[in-house]
């Protein structure tokens, strides 16, 4: 286990609580009970029935046989959390930050969506525990996702419209800050991905770092050694740390996350925070974000909802910083080739967003010998992608 | 030196209390800012908030956000705000406060800001998502120029924070009325009076209260409990909703009537 953030939610340099004091006190209360939660024995019970009854966890670490030989290097295996409930590595955050806010003995809950994954990973929750349940998404994202938007509707949330700033996810963001600032004495906001205030960050790894803890194991299982790579998508960070957490201490186990490159860095029109980015402060935390000189937040682009954000976790930026995990980027056009390939060599229709993931594989693996193993997080699966994926190759459907 | 303690001590002799008004900083341009500047003093503002447009606004309402898309729109730096600022103190010595999200002032450089912001004649600070936890590095250095850093605190406030802001607060300490955002609609003011008591139980530093105070009536209601009473989305509105000369009227009309709920009964 890692004992970062310290005790002021810093990872070095970055992290902290950049909130307005009236949220501050939740923020305290939300860090004690999880802190009680953590070393309740009942907690861990609880969180591990549903996760394995509920989500269906473990989730498998599939050996991809003919992309391997396809690829012709590395022995590629995938972490399969598009087998979890509701389709991707979301729903392990949700399951416990629902069963955090029945002990706070709330019963309204609050959450941000821009693929609308994160959304019905809430609103999910919210139906198996009988919360009261808003989803804020970006109108320009409610139209992008309009299946999504019905998912949620379906299982009983409200799905409130935000038509501020860029009408997307940041936006989502700051209206269910806003939300949870005027009802915070009623209200948890669940908050998706390793973002925002302490103890966010810390709190939604812990909850995804059930994905190493069970890779290490499998994998140890089925070769007797560890990997030598860890690929994993980065929007904020959530599959990724997931994954890399339970490896940290692996000195010799690379790891890469990989960016959304949008257009190309050229083009101006991508989310690659650690490409091009610098330190700043967004919605809470302080890392490295998408930004003009004079501090303004700048417009993100990438094919996946799930990476279009101009801020990345914090904890990445710390181990950007110490040369720890790599990052790179992968465009738009990168991620539709690996969407293909992975589709039709190993009938595996990823998400847009790991498909970033496995399109810097595709470049990785050839380089490697047969003997090296690379493990890819496949943090969800592409059903939810399957119009924008016909929308981008010209099909009407 | 800071305008702002004496400029409450004048107050205070008086019987007043001090009305503080808030205008986004380039709405629609800077020029504009500049004249209406000078008519809310010429109109009784006793201190006046400059907001700083950020694109992510998540401690304002709608009328505040759409005020910093339209300064935004007009070219607004924080730069150009402090060189808005130098040209007033050629014209006017009231006191003025920028109102800025973190990430502006981190930005510029907190160093680099508190040094250029007293040269401008900024007298104060604002930062609503910097509560006293994250002030550690700048703190001593606004401290260092003689810049007020102004922190806040909300009704979710523990006694342990109130004291903590009551011992940090320079040149007012900013009670947030309710639980929200800006322009949301103050209903407790009940609430307000008891925790306004409590803080003062810890300091003498002045405590002005803002959020949801639309009206003279609510001004009045809020002048009896507190020592300022702070107005900003009522304002921006009338910003929003005219042209400049109609603007420049209603503003110094709506102001004249805000101060004077703030006088002796």
């Not at chain 1, 629902?98 to 609103?123: D, F, N, P, W």
């Not at chain 1, 904890?315 to 056009?333: G, L």
Request: hydrophobic share 40%; net charge positive; glycine share 10%.
């Amino acid at each position: 286990m890692t004992s970062l953030p310290d005790a002021r939610g810093r990872f070095g340099a970055f992290g902290g609580r950049y909130v307005p004091e009236t949220l501050i006190p939740a923020l305290d209360e939300l860090a004690r009970e999880y802190e009680k939660a953590r070393r309740a024995p009942q907690f861990k019970t609880e969180l591990d029935y549903y996760l394995r009854e509920y989500v269906g966890r473990p989730t498998p670490l599939y050996y991809a046989g003919r992309l391997s030989k396809k690829l012709g290097g590395a022995k590629i295996y995938f972490k399969r959390e598009d087998l979890c409930h509701t389709g991707a590595h979301k729903i392990n955050n949700t399951i416990g930050q629902a069963l955090l806010t029945c002990r706070m003995g709330k019963k309204r809950v609050i959450a941000e969506t821009g693929a609308g994954q994160h959304g019905v990973a809430v609103a999910t929750v919210a139906a198996l525990f009988g919360l009261q349940c808003e989803v804020y998404m970006g109108t320009e994202d409610m139209e992008r996702q309009a299946l999504n938007v019905f998912r949620m509707r379906l299982l009983g949330t409200t799905v409130t419209a935000v038509n501020a700033g860029s009408r997307t996810l940041k936006d989502a963001i700051s209206e269910a800050m806003r939300d949870w600032t005027t009802n915070v004495r009623t209200t948890h906001y669940i908050l998706g991905s390793v973002l925002g205030a302490h103890p966010y960050p810390m709190m939604i790894r812990d909850f995804q770092s059930v994905i190493g803890r069970e890779t290490r194991k499998q994998i140890l299982q089925a070769e007797g050694k560890l990997p030598d790579y860890l690929v994993a998508c980065v929007g904020g960070g959530s599959n990724s740390i997931g994954m890399f957490t339970a490896f940290l201490k692996d000195k010799k186990v690379k790891m890469v996350g990989v960016e959304a490159g949008g257009l190309g860095i050229e083009s101006g029109k991508h989310a690659a925070r650690f490409a091009t980015g610098s330190v700043g402060v967004l919605h809470g935390t302080m890392t490295y974000l998408l930004q003009d000189d004079d501090g303004q937040i700048q417009l993100t682009h990438s094919v996946s909802a799930g990476l279009d954000y101009a801020a990345v976790g914090p904890e990445h930026a710390f181990y950007k910083e110490r040369d720890r995990i790599s990052y790179t980027y992968a465009t738009d056009e990168q991620a539709m080739t690996a969407f293909d390939l992975l589709s039709q060599t190993e009938g595996l229709m990823p998400a847009l967003e790991p498909a970033h993931a496995v399109a810097h594989v595709m470049k990785l693996a050839p380089k490697l010998k047969r003997s090296q193993i690379i493990v890819i997080n496949l943090s969800g699966r592409g059903d939810k992608d399957v119009h924008q994926v016909a929308r981008i190759k010209g099909v009407s459907l | 030196m800071s305008r702002i303690q004496p400029t409450f001590q004048r107050l205070a002799a008086r019987g007043e209390k001090a009305l503080i008004a808030y205008v986004m900083a380039g709405d629609p341009t800077l020029e504009d800012t500049e004249t209406y500047v000078q008519q809310l003093a010429a109109a009784g503002a006793d201190v006046i908030e400059l907001g700083v447009p950020f694109s992510d606004p998540i401690a304002d309402g709608p009328v505040i956000q759409q005020a910093a898309e339209r300064a935004l729109r007009s070219g607004t730096t924080l730069k150009k705000i402090l060189a808005t600022v130098r040209s007033l103190r050629t014209k006017t010595q009231v006191p003025l406060v920028v109102m800025a999200y973190y990430n502006s002032i981190f930005r510029y450089g907190e160093a680099a800001f508190c040094r250029d912001a007293v040269a401008a004649g900024v007298d104060g600070l604002i930062v609503p998502d910097m509560p006293p936890d994250e002030a550690g590095t700048i703190h001593p250095l606004a401290e260092a120029a003689g810049l007020d850093v102004i922190f806040l605190l909300a009704p979710t406030s523990t006694a342990r924070r109130e004291t903590a802001v009551a011992r940090l607060s320079r040149g007012f300490i900013y009670y947030v009325s309710l639980t929200g955002i800006t322009g949301a609609k103050l209903t407790d003011k009940a609430d307000v009076e008891k925790k306004v008591r409590e803080i003062r139980g810890y300091t003498k530093t002045p405590v002005a209260v803002g959020f949801g105070i639309a009206t003279p009536d609510d001004a009045r209601e809020v002048a009896r409990i507190a020592d300022g009473v702070i107005v900003g989305s009522a304002l921006v509105k009338i910003i929003a909703e005219g042209s400049h000369a109609a603007v420049t009227d209603r503003l110094s009309s709506f102001t004249r009537s805000l101060k004077s709920a703030t006088l002796p009964a």
